[in-house]
């Protein structure tokens, strides 16, 4: 049975556990990247740990007994808070098609009905076509917007977007 913990410091090195394997895994779905993450300290860990989980964001863990198998966070806009953003959503290999990924969306939905958000938005790379079909299936649309991704300028991130209404 899979549940859902949210990042403290309680498990910051479980989270960084994660963060990393999803960078390997899938490196340009996130603007982030793998070799320059590695160069954290712990400490760094824990305060992102502390940062990821706060008033204004929120991110969880999805554990299958003590593994860490999913990640996702959520932020609200610091210059519109009526807009929030799903963020760093990855599931394992192992365990993709099994709902994980729905769980933590749906997760991130709660927290932003919460905080009064009337809209999630991501960003997808364009050449995750996967990812893209799963979002749409959550009822995520193409904004139309788009920006370089900064990893790869071949490719681009688009902008998805799901009311929160």
Same mark, same amino acid.
């Given at each position: 049975? !899979?549940?859902?913990?949210?990042?403290?410091?309680? +498990?910051?090195?479980?989270?960084? @556990?994660? &963060?990393?394997?999803?960078?390997?895994? $899938?490196?340009?779905?996130?603007?982030? *990247?793998?070799?320059?993450?590695?160069?954290?300290?712990?400490?760094?860990?824990?305060?992102?740990?502390?940062?990821?989980? $706060?008033?204004?964001?929120?991110?969880?863990?999805?554990?299958?007994?003590?593994?860490? %198998?999913?990640?996702?966070?959520?932020?609200?806009?610091?210059?519109?808070?009526? +807009?929030?953003?799903?963020?760093?959503?990855? %599931?394992?290999?192992?365990? &993709?098609?099994?709902? !994980?990924?729905?769980?933590?969306?749906?997760? !991130?939905?709660?927290?932003?009905? &919460?905080? &009064?958000?009337?809209?999630? *938005?991501?960003? %997808?790379?364009?050449?995750?076509?996967?990812?893209?079909?799963?979002?749409? $299936?959550?009822?995520?649309?193409?904004?139309?917007? *788009?920006?370089?991704?900064?990893? @790869?300028?071949?490719?681009?991130?688009?902008?998805?977007?799901? $009311?929160?209404?």
């Amino acid at each position: 049975m !899979i549940e859902l913990k949210l990042i403290g410091a309680t +498990n910051a090195l479980v989270f960084k @556990d994660i &963060r990393l394997r999803a960078l390997q895994d $899938s490196p340009t779905a996130f603007s982030a *990247n793998y070799a320059d993450e590695c160069k954290l300290t712990d400490s760094d860990w824990l305060n992102r740990a502390a940062q990821w989980t $706060s008033d204004k964001s929120v991110a969880y863990l999805a554990m299958d007994a003590s593994a860490a %198998v999913g990640i996702a966070a959520g932020g609200l806009d610091k210059n519109d808070p009526e +807009n929030a953003s799903l963020m760093s959503m990855w %599931v394992a290999p192992t365990h &993709r098609r099994l709902g !994980i990924g729905r769980t933590l969306v749906e997760a !991130i939905v709660t927290w932003g009905r &919460r905080h &009064r958000a009337r809209n999630l *938005n991501l960003m %997808v790379t364009s050449n995750n076509e996967q990812a893209m079909q799963f979002y749409q $299936s959550l009822g995520f649309a193409l904004t139309g917007r *788009n920006e370089i991704y900064r990893n @790869d300028t071949s490719l681009l991130d688009y902008e998805m977007c799901r $009311s929160l209404s």
